[in-house]
């Protein structure tokens, strides 16, 4: 019989492209969102297809999660936990955002795995976790102390998925995802600048001294390494960080290359300091030796990742990046 599966944040940048290799695998997917951040445009070719629902719930609110399940009427065998307040500076704004949209989020995907019985769950962490650390980061580093609510909150989120595993959970799978880039973003760094050009072309505002160097991750390779571990590993507790095998590129480099596809004569102007906003961690490097030990080795690094998403990104935005105004 066909496997049933839940997504949380389907309709977001990674959800939805999960949403779609899971349907393409052959599973029946269920989607929820609350379309904070996701769209239903995101979903638009899932939407199309058999075996695909998309529901509509606050996983922040527990009678909402449980309102929603009323509907379901098909056991789910696993859950991928990508919902999540993406927009790290809000959460810097307002505790609040990470602690309700973050954490809450995770604990009540857990309080609703244990009411009905489900057993897997993936889940969608970040190298935020990490804070700003300069040695190679390798997943059994500590102590560990992130430097934004958002890292804080997927820590706490990953210490309740550790307890659920020891206590109802079969299996749990922890991904450490780098900067994640590709088509559908709703947010990070490739969006924001082609925004801003959507918005004025006369500069390029970059945040930083464009110096900040991290890794940065096709989302198409970001689902491949998840799909590959998550029939591999069988832990009762798996935790990968997945990321490319180098050490990253420079922001100044993606602005650069952001303009050389949109606006090659705009200026790039800095606002300065080492760190593009509170929270922000200017420089990392990952370990993806555990993965690549599994087996599963990325085929882009971040150059081309970054190269290959300036394509797609502007490919959406064309018109409006176009018709903006240079003054
Ligand atoms: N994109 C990256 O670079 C990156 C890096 C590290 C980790 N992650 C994690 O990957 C996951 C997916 O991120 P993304 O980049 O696709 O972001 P996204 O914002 O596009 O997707 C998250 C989705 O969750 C939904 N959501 C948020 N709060 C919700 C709530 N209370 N109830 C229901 N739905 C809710 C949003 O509407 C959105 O569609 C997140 O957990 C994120 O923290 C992403």
Redesign the pocket.
């Known amino acids: 019989m066909t496997q049933h599966v839940l997504v949380?944040?389907a309709?977001?940048?990674?959800?939805s492209h999960l949403v779609d290799r899971l349907l393409d695998d052959g599973y029946q997917v269920t989607g929820?969102?609350?379309?904070?951040?996701?769209s239903k445009e995101n979903v638009s070719a899932a939407l199309r297809r058999e075996g695909f629902r998309l529901l509509q719930?606050?996983?922040?609110d527990l009678k909402d999660y449980r309102r929603v399940f009323a509907d379901v009427s098909r056991p789910v065998g696993d859950i991928w936990h990508?919902?999540?307040?993406?927009d790290i500076g809000a959460g810097v704004a307002d505790p609040n955002v990470d602690h309700?949209?973050?954490f809450l989020?995770t604990f009540n995907t857990l309080i609703i795995a244990r009411e009905l019985g489900i057993k897997r769950i993936a889940f969608?962490?970040?190298?935020?976790i990490y804070g700003n650390n300069p040695e190679l980061l390798v997943e059994d580093i500590g102590p560990l102390f992130p430097i934004s609510n958002y890292g804080a909150m997927?820590l706490a989120s990953e210490a309740i998925i550790s307890a659920a595993a020891e206590s109802f959970l079969e299996r749990a799978w922890i991904f450490r995802?780098?900067?994640?880039?590709g088509p559908r973003a709703?947010?990070?760094i490739i969006y924001d600048l082609m925004h801003k050009l959507a918005r004025d072309r006369s500069q390029l505002e970059v945040l930083g001294d464009g110096t900040q160097q991290k890794p940065y991750l096709h989302v198409s390779e970001l689902i491949e390494a998840m799909m590959f571990a998550t029939k591999r590993a069988v832990e009762p507790l798996n935790y990968f960080n997945i990321g490319p095998e180098d050490e990253g590129v420079t922001v100044r480099s993606i602005a650069e290359a952001v303009l050389r596809v949109a606006a090659p004569e705009t200026p790039i102007c800095y606002t300065g300091g080492s760190r593009g906003w509170v929270g922000d961690v200017p420089k990392f490097r990952y370990s993806i030796e555990k993965l690549g030990k599994l087996g599963w080795r990325p085929t882009l690094r971040s150059k081309q990742a970054v190269e290959r998403a300036v394509a797609e990104i502007y490919d959406e935005l064309r018109d409006k990046v176009q018709t903006s105004c240079s003054s």
Do not use: E, Q, Y
């Open positions: 949380t944040g309709a977001g940048f990674i959800g929820i969102d609350n379309f904070a951040r996701g719930a606050d996983l922040a990508m919902a999540a307040n993406s309700r949209d973050t989020t969608a962490s970040t190298s935020a997927k995802f780098p900067n994640v880039i709703t947010h990070g």
